[in-house]
């Protein structure tokens, strides 16, 4: 794989987990397509070690060894086939710069800290590369570790972005300490997200929508948890507002995440779990969202499609 003239990698420095995917062009159905070769995922848990606004040393070391792994899988790349972006936890950090110096010289690469608008737009560009309906208004939600990236599109036409500063990573910290849920913890997370999200509401009733989409890792892992527990109405795929209300009874059923006995719920998803359930509540009620699709293409797609296509590095 190393030093392969047709692979591109996207680095994402997201502020829940560090991910990299590897992939390249193919012809599918008379479309270039990004097929996927590899993906790599770190827990580095970025927002766990911001404290006063800054990365402390324990998580400044656990950011640097996994970009160290990331290195070793890009040596031989071109610096034209790689993009690495830093997202909201950095973009939050007092020292940041002292992590990119150390982050950059393991990675290999540069790595661009780029602002909440530029995220939804990735985003979207790697949901639309793979949904091409030029009919379909989509509404897409991003929750991630310290921010929700809003967008409505249609097509690979962007309509509206919004980044607002809710996330699974900060509001777990806030809300719900070492893992521990009440319904007291869960309604003041879900208020406050309602609160940020509502400051976008009146924008995206504007435009409309036919579809809502969850494109994080906290909407795939929503809608698997879901599914395995048969927790949404008539066996539905998706992510519905009755199955969050289920999951939420049962969240508060165990009152600790490391008590929880659900299918389908990985280990390293514990700790994220009652925030993004939160964050998403909240989604559904001031959207009016009845039933959510979730996909895997999302930011690093955004940024292999610009790799692809020969889109230019912002800094």
Known sequence: MKGDASLFAAVDLGSNAFRMMIGQRVLRDKRLVIEKIKTLREPVRLTEGLQDNALDSRVLERGWRALGRFGKRLRGFEEARVRAVAT????????????????????GFPIDVISGQEEATLVYAGIAHTMPCESTTRLVVDIGGGSTELIIGRGSQLIFTESVAVGSGTFG??????????????????????????????????????????????????????KANELNDCGRDGITYTGLLRLSLQLLEAGQVKRLKLDGLQTHRLGTLPAGLAVMLAAFKVFGIEEMFPSEPGLRFGLLHGLMHGGARHC
């Open 173 to 226: 910290k806030r809300y719900f300490y070492d893992g521990r849920v009440d319904s007291r913890s869960l309604q003041m997370a879900e208020q406050a997200a309602c609160v940020q999200l509502a400051r976008a509401a009146r924008q995206v009733r504007q435009h409309g929508w036919h579809i809502a989409v969850g494109s994080s890792g906290t909407a795939r892992m929503l809608a698997k948890v879901l």
């Open 88 to 107: 909201s936890a950095v973009r939050q950090a007092r020292n940041a710069s002292t992590f990119l110096v150390g982050a950059e010289a393991r990675l």
